[in-house]
């Protein structure tokens, strides 16, 4: 079974640049998670989907963060402009409903210069 | 609201050892309980899951328990070794919202 795929892996913008990352969930998932974790701390939730509607976007900066999951299948999450503090790894994962267990991706390493 | 507390912080052991890292949570309606490991640089890898009318949930040397009504779960890793150093997580879903709440995380370091 294919695991959940992100891309890039690593990115480097400078601030106030534009990025987006990408996250295809493992089949049959309905559940989809974008989290950004900051060096040395845990993971914080930025928005959660349930198949494409959003069911907790409470802690997304949405003045410069968004995020989209056509079709109720991958996803892209997007920052414009970046700040320093941006810099950190942006963690997609998606669960089954049944289960409620969490697959992650290898994440994508964002740097802010 | 709920809290998710892991302690200790970080933990150092020589190889060998059996060890238990704690999770405390302060509200007992979860949906489950999971379990993580975090390598340096790396994505969250699960190890464990139990749902809510489970008790525990084994998988080779790593044994999670949980016990909703004190609101804790344990992860005992028995004969550690120094290919288990990393950051274990532990995270409760909730069975009102599907949100997921986190602890703060175990580093654990395996002396040789």
């Known amino acids: 079974e294919a695991g959940v795929a992100q891309s890039p892996r690593y990115k480097i913008i400078e601030k106030r640049q534009s990025v987006a990352f990408w996250c295809n969930p493992i089949s049959g998932h309905a559940t989809l998670y974008w989290y950004q974790q900051i060096l040395g701390q845990g993971p914080k939730l930025l928005i959660q989907?349930?198949?494409?509607?959003?069911?907790?976007d409470s802690q997304l900066p949405k003045d410069r963060f968004s995020a989209e999951r056509l079709k109720g299948v991958d996803s892209t999450l997007k920052i414009q402009p970046a700040k320093l503090e941006d810099s950190a790894v942006y963690l997609c994962?998606?669960?089954?409903?049944?289960?409620?267990?969490?697959?992650f991706g290898e994440g994508s390493r964002l740097t802010v210069l | 609201k709920q809290e998710v507390t892991q302690i200790p912080a970080a933990l150092s052991v020589p190889e060998g050892e059996n060890l238990v890292l704690n999770c405390s949570f302060t509200d007992s309606a979860i949906y489950n309980l999971q379990w993580f490991r975090q390598d340096p640089g790396k994505g969250l890898t699960s190890l464990l899951l139990?749902?809510?009318s489970q008790r525990e949930q084994t998988s080779g040397r790593l044994n999670a328990s949980l016990d909703k009504s004190s609101g804790r779960s344990t992860l005992y890793i028995a004969a550690s070794q120094p290919g288990d150093s990393a950051t274990y997580l532990c995270?409760?879903?909730?069975?009102?919202?599907?949100?997921?709440?986190w602890g703060a995380g175990t580093k654990l370091i395996i002396k040789p």
């Open positions: 989907f349930q198949n494409n509607g959003v069911v907790d």
């Open positions: 995270a409760v879903l909730m069975d009102s919202n599907y949100q997921l709440i």
């Open positions: 139990i749902q809510s």
């Open positions: 994962a998606s669960s089954p409903r049944n289960t409620g267990e969490l697959f």
